[in-house]
């Protein structure tokens, strides 16, 4: 797709697809902008809010607007593949929320889907768009650490933003709805590398009634023999003041290493007014600045990853530039790897990959 004018659908009108189309509004190339949401409350609040032309509750008929020529898939991640599938049908390139789906069949379908039509799929791992990932991926790229022979990545956050998201989807766990992030980031750092054995181990309490783990630990050995521990607690207390991911991602290389602090330990605020939350309807007196996921407010404009993303994406669309967005073919990756990972918790053994689906 190489054109001037964008006539952009955000379907979902949840806290991402409410970001996009805020973002999306202000860009030059977007001409027209329909949104949808089942609730269609929701869906007239993000038309208000964007000044979108177009709301309504059915997302099909957002889709198949005449004006619609791109579409943002952001509806709750086990609600993918109708929405992507009836974009990629009508030959409109999408972009759709990580992870691509959170059963193989469901990501297989979709993959069939770009098969059968054609078209254009992107899936959005905003981490990549993150400064301090995009400087990492140059080192990589310049080859400054020589053949990678491990590293780690693991990320912390609070039980209450654990919670939340759980409640919006019973499947959507910490595991297959947040280390993915990291997979995909360690796959893009050792691209044509990919992950063939899972050794993992996970733990129970305060997740209890839930499919989540307090805590998962995995061992991931690569195709050329690197190994990746990956970890990932979304059960730091309530209260804990980071208001998004805290996280620390290491390669280590046979000519170098590199460490990627991204604790948010450098700018903390302390306010008796409170400071709202990001992700939930509260607020805390003690907060970890810089630690909202994907991106913040400031001086009336929201910067940060998912803003860097979604320009990037919508600049692709009008100007043909390159886009370092995940492949579907990598979002399966990323998605077989978690699940891997799940069931090497559960049975306690290797789990080897490709899974038999």
Same mark, same amino acid.
């Given at each position: 797709m190489n054109r001037k004018d964008i006539g952009l659908a955000v379907i979902g009108s949840g806290r991402i697809g409410t970001l996009r189309a805020k973002f999306a509004s202000k860009h030059p190339s977007v001409k027209f902008l329909a949104v949808s949401d089942i609730n269609i409350?929701?869906?007239?609040?993000?038309?208000?809010?964007?000044? &979108?032309?177009?709301? *309504?509750?059915?997302?099909? =008929?957002?889709? @198949?607007?005449?004006?619609?020529? &791109?579409?943002?898939? *952001?509806?709750?991640?086990? =609600?993918?593949? @109708?929405?992507?599938?009836?974009?990629?049908?009508?030959?409109?390139?999408?972009?759709? =929320?990580?992870?691509?789906?959170?059963t193989l069949s469901d990501a297989d379908d979709i993959l069939a889907a770009l098969k059968d039509y054609g078209g254009e799929l992107r899936i959005g791992y905003s981490r990549r768009y993150k400064e301090c990932f995009l400087r990492a991926k140059e080192q990589m790229i310049q080859g400054r650490l020589g053949k990678v022979i491990g590293g780690t990545a693991r990320v912390y956050n609070s039980r209450a933003q654990a919670f939340n998201i759980l409640e919006r989807d019973k499947h959507a766990t910490p595991v297959l709805d947040i280390l993915t992030y990291y997979v995909d980031l360690m796959c893009w750092f050792l691209e044509g590398d990919r992950p063939v054995e899972i050794i993992a181990r996970g733990n129970k309490e305060i997740f209890k009634g839930y499919e989540a783990d307090d805590m998962t630990w995995a061992i991931v050995t690569f195709a050329s023999g690197a190994i990746i521990n990956f970890g990932v607690c979304y059960a730091l207390p309530t209260n804990y003041p980071t208001q998004g991911q805290s996280d620390r991602v290491e390669l280590i290389g046979v000519d170098g290493c590199m460490i990627i602090d991204d604790d948010h330990l450098n700018q903390i605020i302390y306010s008796e007014?409170?400071?709202?939350?990001?992700?939930?309807?509260?607020?805390?007196?003690?907060?970890?600045l810089g630690s909202n996921t994907g991106g913040e407010w400031a001086v009336g404009d929201f910067w940060g990853p998912i803003a860097n993303e979604t320009r990037a994406w919508l600049d692709h669309l009008v100007t043909g530039a390159p886009t370092v967005q995940t492949t579907p073919e990598q979002?399966?990756?990323?998605?077989?790897?978690?699940?891997?990972?799940?069931?090497?918790?559960?049975?306690?053994?290797?789990?080897?990959?490709?899974?038999?689906?």
């Open positions: 409350i929701h869906a007239k609040k993000l038309a208000d809010a964007c000044g &979108a032309d177009f709301h *309504s509750a059915d997302n099909d =008929e957002v889709i @198949a607007r005449p004006e619609v020529n &791109a579409v943002i898939v *952001s509806t709750p991640e086990g =609600e993918h593949v @109708a929405a992507v599938r009836k974009a990629l049908e009508l030959g409109k390139p999408v972009m759709v =929320e990580k992870p691509i789906a959170l007014k409170g400071i709202p939350g990001t992700y939930l309807n509260r607020t805390v007196q003690m907060a970890f979002g399966r990756v990323n998605l077989e790897t978690t699940i891997a990972v799940v069931r090497a918790v559960e049975s306690g053994k290797p789990v080897r990959l490709p899974l038999e689906t």
